[in-house]
Nanobody, 122 residues
Framework: VQLQASGGGLVQAGGSLRLSCAAF????????VGWFRQAPGKEREFVSV????????SYADSVKGRFTISRDNRKNTVYLQMNDLKAEDTAVYYC????????????????WGQGTLVTVSS
């Protein structure tokens, strides 16, 4: 399976972006999908995760109340709506698929997309 993240770009602080993660070549609807990000010089960190059905969601404290994860299994796509963006949200954002694991540990996600860059200017 291949994951492709898109939707990144340059936005001013306070603005919004919606990231998409599309799956190709495999099933998507029965898997947990997470979003992670990596800022320059920092380790990759958890952002959000959604269960296979979409009924369970979790967020990092730093994005809670500003980001919303959702999915459309008919389109094999998971979204990350990002509102009220801050300069510290600047990073490459990755989506990843796990097999049953619902959590923040990057090592438990087996399939990763290539990342999409989000730059927030202050």
């Amino acid at each position: 399976v291949q994951l492709q993240a898109s939707g990144g770009g340059l936005v001013q602080a306070g603005g919004s972006l919606r990231l998409s993660c599309a799956a190709f070549g495999g099933t998507f609807s029965s898997h947990v999908v997470g979003w992670f990000r990596q800022a320059p010089g920092k380790e990759r960190e958890f952002v959000s995760v959604i269960s296979a059905s979409g009924g369970y969601k979790s967020y990092a404290d730093s994005v809670k109340g500003r980001f919303t994860i959702s999915r459309d299994n008919r389109k094999n796509t998971v979204y990350l709506q990002m509102n009220d963006l801050k300069a510290e949200d600047t990073a490459v954002y990755y989506c990843a698929r796990s097999t049953g694991y619902f959590g923040t540990n990057t090592n438990r996600y087996a399939y990763w997309g290539q990342g999409t860059l989000v730059t927030v200017s202050s």
